[in-house]
T-cell receptor, first 113, second 113 residues
Framework: DTGVSQNPRHKITKRGQNVTFRCDPI?????LYWYRQTLGQGPEFLTY????????KSRLLSDRFSAERPKGSFSTLEIQRTEQGDSAMYLC???????????FGPGTRLTVT | AQTVTQSQPEMSVQEAETVTLSCTYD???????LFWYKQPPSRQMILVIR??????QNATENRFSVNFQKAAKSFSLKISDSQLGDTAMYFC??????????FGTGTRLKVLA
């Protein structure tokens, strides 16, 4: 059990570019969550998966955001046509179904210039 | 809607002293869980302590304990014998139903030598 991993750890991109982040959950965890954390704020829920099914999406997740979890293993979060307001830390977490404790990854810090 | 409020943006405590971080929440659910997570500088969030709403007994984990007042919707964290390694952001979180977390804005705790 190596914990939740996220790549890349840091990403700097220019406004208008597309970016993709990856999250590898703890291997036996079938739930996977994405959160966004801006400076001085707590993490805000974006979306979550149970296995490969995306079961809930926040209104924060605009049409420019898309998340996938093929085969119920790793997940990707893509942001198209990035804007400066997208600059934030993107956190991934995983848990077991029926388990209330989530295990967090180190996050991907996105800076849009 | 569920909300979590942390009214102390920053706190400091002398090493070996005791400090209490405050958290209030609002939910209409009967079954929910409350957590305190610690986020050290540039490191991932880790669980400090959890409390099931149906349990009246306050949770304790070594130097960390909570004061759970269900009627008042209050969930404070007490850290005894503070150590330099306790310096971090502390987030209070609430979950029920789909198990997505609702976080507070955090309290930055600094332990002074």
């Amino acid at each position: 059990d190596t914990g939740v991993s996220q790549n890349p750890r840091h990403k700097i991109t220019k406004r208008g570019q597309n970016v993709t982040f990856r999250c590898d959950p703890i291997s036996e965890h079938n739930r996977l969550y994405w959160y966004r954390q801006t400076l001085g704020q707590g993490p805000e829920f974006l979306t979550y998966f149970q296995n490969e099914a995306q079961l809930e999406k926040s209104r924060l997740l605009s049409d420019r955001f898309s998340a996938e979890r093929p085969k119920g293993s790793f997940s990707t979060l893509e942001i198209q046509r990035t804007e400066q307001g997208d600059s934030a830390m993107y956190l991934c977490a995983s848990s077991l179904v029926g388990g209330d404790e989530q295990y967090f990854g180190p996050g991907t810090r996105l800076t849009v210039t | 809607a569920q909300t979590v409020t942390q009214s102390q943006p920053e706190m400091s405590v002398q090493e070996a002293e005791t400090v209490t971080l405050s958290c209030t929440y609002d939910t209409s659910e009967n079954n929910y869980y409350l957590f305190w997570y610690k986020q050290p500088p540039s490191r991932q969030m880790i669980l400090v302590i959890r409390q099931e709403a149906y349990k009246q007994q306050n949770a304790t984990e070594n130097r960390f304990s909570v004061n759970f007042q269900k009627a008042a919707k209050s969930f404070s964290l007490k850290i005894s014998d503070s150590q330099l390694g306790d310096t971090a952001m502390y987030f209070c979180a609430l979950t029920s139903g789909t198990y997505k977390y609702i976080f507070g804005t955090g309290t930055r705790l600094k332990v002074l030598a």
